[in-house]
């Protein structure tokens, strides 16, 4: 391929990229704070509804002990016939129809069929079922072991958009460092293209100009494709469509100052008190099943008519009674139950205290970060300006035939990295201050 048509192709592609770039301008785009993200997020995530609706299936799940404590009421009709001496004989004893004649042997031996109508109220009352009451305990422990989990899922979105929406003003001042690259670009360019028209440069510096606009400009676009997936990102977090370009407020460096001493981590955290919760749940359980050792008390009552007609009402009798209830040996069932729930309790107990670990390793290594960010950020911010003046001297000399063109891109290409790295350890800053926010935060409960 001859020099001029890998000018041609160079020239074209650059078109291209530059209309797709241009076309990223033009989409349609919707200003975003981070507090209007976080709170459409907190309004809309689905983490959040399948957190919550937990919270709902263990407070439903709570008010079902309401059991151990109300009564319960049975209705029931029963029509029944039978020649069964013993069960006629008894029929008729129920509907109080008994009479001389029913005791005739013959009779009594040998019954025509006898109907029987059974209409029946049961009442049932709970009196004392300690194991009941330790499993009610149980599932009280479970609502607010899920109400923290709730806190905590909310927290952590919380986090999770603010990394989000930093890394979307990341894309942006990405694209405004690569616009101001390619501002240069071209303006060497112009300047190559003007002193090969009077033969003061050759070709290839002229070739090697327009690859740097073409390289750019490729940047560009991919640039601009980081804006829509960032963007996208943020509208499946905040539960909206997709396709709407977000436009955020100034990416500056706003962190807060790095403290000298690493603070703890709160045991009051969210997820800590859901594991406590868990914990005491599981305790509630192992104490409910040692109560199962105890007997039970409960009364019961019931209201009955019996009749030969359908519907009829002619005898009523009641009966009411209390019952204690003591299942002495259940083999090694409880024992075994008992057993293995302390086993539970204990992996819980484990699982908490390596959680609380770990969360101490990883804030003392986001501090870590936070002031190794911060410390780049201050050398970043002085490469830019010694970076930017290196260009402007090159520049200068350039245009006085002093240099060449080559030194000129290196300068230029050297200042879009300095500008770069700047802007990630800010984004790195930012992001490492509210992952330690998140670390540290405490209940609010």
């Not at 200003?31 to 509804?49: H, K, P, Y």
């Not at 109300?70 to 029963?78: E, I, V």
């Not at 209409?119 to 009352?125: I, S």
């Not at 690569?178 to 510096?205: C, H, I, P, W």
Request: glycine share 4%; with cysteine.
């Amino acid at each position: 391929m001859t020099r001029e048509k890998y000018f041609i192709l160079l020239l074209t592609w650059s078109m291209l990229c530059f209309a797709a770039v241009k076309g990223v301008a033009q989409d349609s785009r919707k200003t975003l704070t981070l507090e209007q993200a976080i709170a459409a997020t907190m309004a809309n995530s689905r983490d959040i509804r399948l957190s919550k609706l937990d919270q709902h299936i263990a407070a439903a799940n709570y008010a079902q002990t309401n059991a151990i404590f109300l009564p319960q009421l049975g209705f029931s009709y029963t029509a029944m016939t039978t020649n069964n001496p013993l069960n006629a004989f008894g029929f008729k004893l129920q509907q109080k129809s008994i009479t001389a004649s029913d005791f005739n042997p013959e009779l009594l031996n040998h019954p025509s069929a006898a109907p029987d109508f059974f209409t029946k109220l049961e009442l049932q009352q709970p009196l004392l079922n300690m194991d009941m009451i330790y499993q009610r305990k149980a599932a009280a422990r479970q609502v607010e072991l899920y109400e923290y989990t709730t806190e905590y899922t909310e927290a952590y979105l919380s986090f999770e958009v603010q990394k989000a929406y930093m890394q979307l003003q990341l894309s942006y001042e990405a694209m405004t460092v690569l616009e101001e690259a390619l501002s240069t670009a071209k303006a060497v360019y112009a300047f190559t293209d003007n002193y090969f028209r009077q033969g003061m440069v050759q070709k290839s510096d002229l070739l090697n100009a327009q690859v740097r606009v073409s390289t750019v400009e490729t940047q560009l676009v991919k640039a601009g494709s980081d804006v829509r997936n960032a963007s996208d990102y943020l509208s499946q977090m905040m539960g909206q469509p997709g396709g709407v370009m977000y436009t955020t407020d100034p990416f500056v460096n706003d962190s807060l100052p790095v403290a000298d001493t690493v603070a703890g981590i709160s045991d009051r955290r969210p997820d800590f008190l859901a594991m406590q919760k868990a914990i005491a749940s599981a305790d509630m359980m192992i104490r409910s099943d040692k109560m199962s050792y105890l007997p039970r008390v409960n009364a019961f009552a019931s209201y009955q008519w019996n009749d030969n007609r359908m519907w009829g009402f002619g005898s009523d009798a009641y009966l009411a009674g209390v019952r204690l209830s003591w299942d002495i040996f259940k083999g090694t069932r409880t024992k075994n139950s008992v057993a293995a729930k302390k086993l539970e309790k204990e992996k819980l107990t484990e699982t908490l205290a390596q959680q609380q670990e770990q969360g101490g390793l990883a804030l003392n290594k986001a501090y870590r970060q936070l002031a190794d960010a911060q410390a780049e950020i201050r050398q970043q911010q002085v490469a830019v300006e010694q970076a930017a003046e290196s260009l402007t001297i090159l520049h200068n000399r350039y245009r006085q035939g002093l240099v060449n063109t080559t030194d000129v891109l290196m300068a230029a290409t050297q200042l879009s990295q300095q500008k770069f790295a700047w802007a990630q350890a800010v984004f790195t800053s930012g992001v490492t201050n509210a992952y330690i926010h998140f670390l540290t935060s405490s209940s609010k409960k």
